[in-house]
């Protein structure tokens, strides 16, 4: 099923707890956040009957490693019965090698987010500074939060559903954040143009993750 919101979070705090109220129902007994930023947001709006750990490279997780070195992961597989990875992948080199372990250590739900890097760069290119963003540009020193890919919205998607179809994963729920507006005259312009250039191109556009 393919849903799309138009509520956008603005924030990690946010993101999180979108979840909680938008995916209540895919979040399990036991929980594994990869990437949730060493904050434990996510802990604050979760039931406190749920098992949860948190996976980062900073901050204070319960596991502190670095994705890019440390794969496979100490654990058990089915540990968990969600794991989760919400705008984590695309600032990994090795994003297929951390699926497939998150995969393995699910014995249920996965539940996945990744970013509309063209909603950034059309923001980037409007705004008054017209730089590449926090995640991308050319510094003179590599900053350690940056993205190792560069990706639309419908990419995004099509590397969901194939990475399913690979792995015999069956997708619950796919939808794209942003999609819709609340404003009406930006909602009109979003049909606008699925009436003339299609659902791939308004995606593309306005939908903030997917």
Same mark, same amino acid.
């Given at each position: 099923m393919i849903n799309n919101l138009s509520q956008v979070?603005?924030? @990690? &705090?946010? @993101?999180?707890?979108? #979840?909680t109220l938008k995916i209540h129902k895919y979040i399990g007994k036991s929980e594994l956040n990869i990437g %949730? %930023?060493? &904050?434990?947001? #996510?802990e604050k709006y979760l039931p406190n009957n749920i098992e949860y750990k948190e996976l980062d490279i900073c901050g204070i997780p319960d596991i502190k490693c670095d994705l890019e070195r440390d794969i496979p992961l100490d654990i058990d597989d089915n540990v968990f019965e969600t794991v989760i990875a919400t705008e984590a992948l695309e600032h990994l080199e090795n994003p297929l090698k951390v699926l497939d372990e998150m995969s393995r250590l699910s014995g249920m739900f996965l539940i996945l987010s990744l970013p509309n890097c063209w909603v950034m760069m059309k923001s980037n290119l409007f705004s008054k500074i017209s730089d590449s963003g926090k995640f991308y540009g050319f510094p003179l020193e590599v900053p350690s939060d940056r993205h190792k890919w560069f990706f639309s919205a419908h990419e995004a998607e099509s590397f969901y559903k194939d990475y399913a179809s690979k792995n015999n994963l069956v997708i619950e729920e796919l939808f794209h954040i942003g999609y819709y507006s609340k404003n009406i005259l930006k909602n009109l312009i979003r049909s606008f143009i699925s009436l003339f250039f299609g659902e791939r191109v308004r995606k593309n556009l306005f939908s903030t993750s997917v």
């Open positions: 979070y603005k924030s @990690r &705090e946010e @993101r999180n707890q979108f #979840l %949730g %930023g060493g &904050e434990r947001f #996510l």
